[in-house]
């Protein structure tokens, strides 16, 4: 095997032009492993008509439905034929499902037929996506019950920290999922002169803390909590600036509230970012990152905020935190906007303290999709061999 150059499928329910975590970590994948290996991406149809990829790797699309009521579609890749054509003749040697939905689906029925391994990465929290959609517990568990049925055809199963491979060994995967991490493309911003120009466009006192939140302007990104804790922090005379960096449906609400707590001179909504490198200053100028999120799996951004030795603050106990040490590489708070408030003027009474974690961030956490994408081939080629030594020794069907 490690003389032909292997053909990988990723399966993806949601694509550019959309941007979201599972994109971007399955972009990545595609990028840095068709380095050495041919890289099919399996995905829906854009809803901008005149949107065509042009990527380093091949993107072949599936016909779509639109979900009412949201920004993401459901690919019918049984009503395009043109499209199973496509995949039929891909002649895959391993499948990499990152959604359990027709998209992953059809992943796990090519890789049956044609006998080939199948990996599918956890990436979100499902039964709380459902719960928030359909508000019904019932309805819940019954799509999570479906979605496992899925999971559990897979050869292996991957999760981006260990607290999400145990809340899906909870859910009733056959075995426990192992780890595999993300990572970033985010290199240290050095440019200080940028800082100071940033210090400046956002009137920013030697005195005050820069916080930052990157990310969808969601409800489900628990920003009222964000708020609520900034609100404390000003009854304490605490002196910061906050920037949310990002877009999304809650923009109207996040700014409402805002202004009715009076944090209207302390918060700024920064807009959508897409330039990496200047993301990478805003997360260079913080001081710590506010992420307070329960919804997330592991998301991208802690990383990004540890590439600039910017720590994270999140809540005691929530998955996003399973990669962290507290009080070493970052700190948790209990799930309460006053003791979120006290834990950050906690945090900034000891600068030298606060110094040494935001170095032990970027020492831990700080990982590079070069590093992460050499392991996954590594794993796909284990997992390519030891299906190959099963097929010689399955007994023969007469």
Request: glycine share 4%; proline share 4%.
């Amino acid at each position: 095997m490690e003389d032909k150059k292997l053909t990988i499928g990723l399966f993806v329910d949601a694509f550019y032009p959309m941007i979201d975590g599972v994109i971007l970590v399955v972009d990545q994948y595609a990028k840095l492993l068709s380095e050495n290996a041919n890289v099919i991406v399996f995905a829906p149809t854009s809803r901008e008509r005149h949107y065509h990829d042009n990527r380093m790797y091949r993107v072949v699309r599936s016909r779509h439905i639109r979900v009412p009521f949201t920004s993401y579609d459901i690919s019918v890749p049984f009503l395009d034929f043109h499209f199973r054509a496509q995949l039929r003749n891909s002649k895959l040697d391993i499948v990499h499902i990152h959604s359990p939905f027709t998209m992953g689906e059809t992943g796990i029925e090519y890789a049956k037929k044609h006998k080939i391994p199948v990996v599918g990465t956890l990436h979100s929290q499902y039964k709380k996506d459902f719960i928030e959609h359909t508000k019904s517990e019932i309805i819940s568990e019954l799509m999570l019950t479906r979605i496992m049925n899925i999971f559990n055809k897979c050869d292996e199963l991957w999760a981006v920290n260990q607290k999400i491979s145990e809340i899906y060994n909870s859910y009733g995967t056959n075995t426990m999922p192992k780890v595999q991490q993300n990572a970033t493309d985010l290199v240290p911003f050095t440019d200080l002169q940028k800082i100071e120009a940033l210090r400046k466009k956002y009137e920013i006192k030697a005195d005050e803390k820069v916080f930052l939140f990157v990310g969808r302007i969601d409800k489900i990104k628990n920003l009222d909590f964000t708020v609520d804790s900034l609100f404390k922090l000003r009854l304490k005379g605490f002196k910061f600036k906050m920037l949310f960096v990002g877009s999304g449906p809650y923009e109207d609400e996040l700014k409402a509230r805002i202004k009715k707590f009076g944090l209207d001179p302390y918060c700024t909504l920064v807009g959508r970012i897409t330039d990496r490198i200047e993301l990478s200053s805003y997360f260079k100028l913080a001081d710590l990152f506010l992420f307070p999120s329960l919804y997330d799996a592991s998301s991208l951004v802690q990383i990004e905020a540890a590439s600039q030795k910017t720590p994270s603050l999140f809540i005691k106990d929530a998955a996003t935190a399973a990669t962290i040490t507290p009080d070493v590489n970052g700190y948790v708070a209990e799930d309460d906007p006053s003791l979120y408030a006290l834990k950050i003027i906690e945090i900034f009474k000891n600068v030298k303290s606060h110094q040494k974690v935001c170095n032990q961030a970027y020492q831990d956490l700080y990982k590079t999709w070069d590093e992460v994408t050499k392991n996954v081939y590594k794993n796909y080629l284990k997992l390519i061999k030891s299906n190959q030594t099963k097929q010689l020794v399955a007994p023969k069907q007469v």
